[in-house]
Antibody, heavy 119, light 108 residues
Framework: QVQLQESGPGLVKPSETLSLTCTVS????????WSWIRQPPGKGLEWVGY???????KYNPSLKSRVTISVGTSKNQFSLKLTSVTAADTAVYYC?????????????WGQGTLVTVSS | SFEVRQPPSVSVSPGQTARITCSGK??????AYWYQQKPGQAPLLVIY???QRPSGIPERFSGSTSGTTVTLTISEVQAEDEADYYC???????????FGGGTKLTVL
């Protein structure tokens, strides 16, 4: 059973860069597609993008100019960077695993981490 | 605005059937997926590829499709089914993931 755990700062200042890491256990990062999905407080889900171990990525067109998803600094980790953040980027950020060879739906999720953008 | 649209809320009494619809131009070309999210928890996949149920999901949960509308049906609703339900698909070209705005299911 694959498990995911998000980590990173809970508070980011406006105009700065949001950086999060997802640590995967119980499975190899080189086996599946890995996504970031966010949820503003009290609102719905928004897909941010995915990463595949080959370096392949795909991003939500609405965020594409500000997002980078890549392999993490440690084994079995991947990361999210979102630049030039504003209050609209305040959300719970989830990392999630794609099902089988699919990148477009998700069967394992982290518990989520709240990131607040505020000065 | 959302590319797939869901009703904001659905209410049902215990033991009755709840139906949550999701409509969008991505359907039927793209598959629909449904997630259940309870307060403070991550979403849980309950239906994939329009009608398939992951292992461990009760048979009370089923999915169907008709034209540009897909439906999540929960039979014999129980109090524990009270949650937000999200429809998910990809855009009509299959290039990115889209979510509906979510439907709050209230068990009266």
């Amino acid at each position: 059973q694959v498990q995911l755990q998000e980590s990173g700062p809970g508070l980011v200042k406006p105009s700065e860069t949001l950086s999060l890491t997802c640590t995967v256990s119980g499975g190899s990062i080189s086996t599946y597609y890995w996504s970031w999905i966010r949820q503003p407080p009290g609102k719905g889900l928004e897909w941010v993008g995915y990463f595949y171990y080959t370096g392949s990525t795909k991003y939500n067109p609405s965020l594409k100019s500000r997002v980078t998803i890549s392999v993490g600094t440690s084994k079995n980790q991947f990361s999210l960077k979102l630049t030039s953040v504003t209050a609209a980027d305040t959300a719970v950020y989830y990392c999630a695993k794609g099902v089988g060879s699919s990148w477009y739906y998700f069967d394992s999720w982290g518990q989520g981490t709240l990131v607040t953008v505020s000065s | 605005s959302f590319e797939v649209r869901q009703p904001p809320s659905v209410s049902v009494s215990p033991g009755q059937t709840a139906r949550i619809t999701c409509s969008g131009k991505a359907f039927p070309k793209q598959y629909a997926y449904w997630y259940q999210q309870k307060p403070g928890q991550a979403p849980l996949l309950v239906i994939y590829k329009d009608t398939q149920r992951p292992s461990g999901i009760p048979e009370r949960f089923s999915g169907s499709t008709s034209g540009t509308t897909v439906t999540l049906t929960i039979s014999e609703v129980q109090a524990e089914d009270e949650a937000d339900y999200y429809c998910q698909s990809t855009d009509s070209l299959g290039t990115y993931v889209i979510f509906g705005g979510g439907t709050k299911l209230t068990v009266l």
